[in-house]
């Protein structure tokens, strides 16, 4: 889990909890995530007034947004 996201750069690398995803995306998602869940932060989305959600490209190529609990570093 990244509990602060101000410290983190676009480009950086992510990795993708699964555990934390797998009951609300859909299942075509969880098997890229499944195969490679390290994913590229892109940028960040306010997604409510407390709240920052980090956008990121899957190995794919798509774009899709995480919550901070969602996602971790990798070190």
Known sequence: MI????????????????NEVKDRLPQNILEIIRK???????????V??????????????EINWFFEKELSELM
């Not at 407390?50 to 899957?58: D, R, T, Y």
């Open 36 to 46: 490679d869940p390290v994913v590229e932060l892109v940028g960040y989305k306010m």
């Open 48 to 61: 409510d007034g407390n709240q920052f959600g980090l956008v990121v490209k899957l190995t794919n190529g």
């Open 3 to 18: 509990r602060n996201s101000s410290n983190l750069q676009k480009g950086q690398s992510l990795r993708i909890e699964i």
